[in-house]
């Protein structure tokens, strides 16, 4: 039996890659501006500047005081009254009042403001204009040219968030592994496959190195999301050492029955029959797989396996509980299954009803074999003529003899003999069908000389 069924796997949509840029995105920004726009910028101004020095302007009092108001509206998510704060800081000529670090601060909240309100396109103008200040602190321009970049992979300007991306590593002397990441979802985004993994096999790598300083009790994976992404790439270019190295790795932090399923079909490619039965039974036993298709896989494999009543049990669980679509197909896997393990009793009510819900009579034909297997003759010719009228059947040939063997145990020779002369004029059976047909004679050759005697 084939290993698997043609429609069972779906190379692309198996191993496609669930997780969005913009989603990634949303969620980092979120993170990042988990804390108050004004403390943010305050904590900026005291990171240690090893690049270059600014001369940066001061914060005065009273434009302090307002931004403080505006950030304690926003905080209550007051937004409303937090941009009419602004909007009085630089309206009436109050913006060539404010010098570049004060109008920094305040397109900066405008910023927070327009993010909070789900509008992207205004907060990435409003923090273009804290870049264009002059002389604002190297920090507060490094961490703004981030969420520039965020901003831009959330619009899905990848190109434009890349650019940006690359102007920020210049400009950082400690660039996180989030960073890479978010630069090689962007090139994912353009398919340059190369730069997108070589930028995720760099954050996967700053993450371990980092870990590797930590207490073993204290270490922790690198995300799931990371390690996915590597993977799809690894997939997308044939890689699939190291697509299954990826998801080892996935099923050790973050066992899921997607990473089961796929190691599984990663590990047939590799040709590694046993690994891959393994993989989907670990899958199987856990009671992850409630898809029909993949119940027929985990069959298949244990055919392939030579474990057919483990195959049988599957489909017959799958089929009386519903998640298995109750079909033709299905039930003929069934029934062969059952008879490979020599459960005839088990595999003739499958074959019945695979026959009953096929057009073609091939199934009646080979549920007739069962049959005779089964000793149940009459019901074997019944079948057998069933499948030769309907048409279809693949080799009427060895239907034949099937049926010449039940009309000759039940004494029905002269059909047998029909039967057998059917067979006999395509040389594949002819041999056989000739031997049967000698021996039918010589039976009754043996039987005439008894009664006579």
């Not at 590593?169 to 660039?175: E, H, L, N």
């Not at 899958?283 to 030579?306: C, F, H, I, R, S």
Request: aromatic share 10%; no cysteine; charged share 25%.
């Amino acid at each position: 039996m084939k290993l698997l069924h043609p429609k069972t796997w779906s190379r692309a949509a198996l191993f496609a890659l669930p997780v969005l840029v913009a989603q990634v995105a949303v969620t980092q920004l979120q993170s990042d501006m988990g804390f108050s726009a004004l403390s943010t910028v305050m904590a900026q101004d005291k990171q240690p500047d090893q690049r270059e020095t600014r001369r940066t302007p001061a914060l005065r009092a009273k434009v302090y005081e307002k931004l403080s108001e505006a950030q304690v509206a926003a905080e209550a998510k007051d937004m409303k009254t937090a941009q009419k704060l602004l909007d009085e800081l630089i309206g009436a000529g109050g913006k060539n009042e404010l010098n570049s670090y004060e109008l920094a601060n305040v397109w900066n909240m405008y910023a927070f403001i327009y993010y909070e309100r789900g509008d992207y396109a205004n907060a990435l103008k409003a923090y273009e204009r804290v870049i264009a200040q002059p002389d604002i602190p190297l920090a507060m321009e490094i961490n703004t040219r981030f969420t520039v970049a965020q901003l831009y992979f959330v619009q899905e300007q990848w190109q434009k968030g890349i650019n940006a991306l690359n102007e920020w590593f210049k400009m950082t002397d400690s660039p996180n592994p989030d960073a890479y990441v978010l630069l090689a979802q962007g090139y994912y985004q353009l398919k340059d496959y190369d730069k997108a993994l070589s930028n995720v096999e760099k954050a996967i790598s700053m993450h371990n190195q980092r870990q590797a300083d930590k207490p073993a009790a204290e270490r922790k994976p690198a995300k799931e999301q990371w390690y996915n992404l590597a993977r799809f790439l690894y997939f997308e270019k044939n890689d699939v050492k190291n697509t299954v190295a990826m998801l080892e790795i996935l099923l050790t932090y973050y066992p899921k029955k997607d990473y089961w399923v796929q190691l599984s079909h990663m590990y047939g490619e590799q040709k590694k029959e046993k690994e891959q039965l393994a993989a989907m039974d670990t899958a199987y036993v856990q009671g992850v797989l409630d898809k029909g298709t993949e119940q027929v896989t985990m069959a298949y494999l244990y055919l392939n396996g030579e474990l057919p009543y483990y195959a049988a049990k599957v489909m017959d669980k799958g089929l009386k509980d519903g998640s298995i679509e109750d079909t033709s197909k299905n039930w003929e896997i069934t029934g062969g299954a059952w008879r490979q393990a020599q459960e005839v009793d088990k595999s003739i009510p499958a074959m019945e009803k695979a026959a009953a819900k096929s057009d073609s009579g091939e199934l009646y034909a080979r549920l007739g074999n069962i049959y005779l297997d089964g000793d149940q003759n009459e019901k074997a010719i019944d079948a057998i003529n069933k499948g030769l009228s309907r048409g279809g059947v693949r080799r009427p040939d060895t239907a034949r003899l099937v049926l010449g063997m039940a009309y000759f145990n039940t004494k029905q020779y002269a059909k047998a003999r029909d039967a057998f002369q059917a067979a006999a004029k395509d040389k594949r059976s002819q041999e056989y069908a000739s031997q049967w047909i000698k021996f039918m004679d010589s039976e009754l050759e043996r039987q005439r000389s008894l009664a006579e005697g």
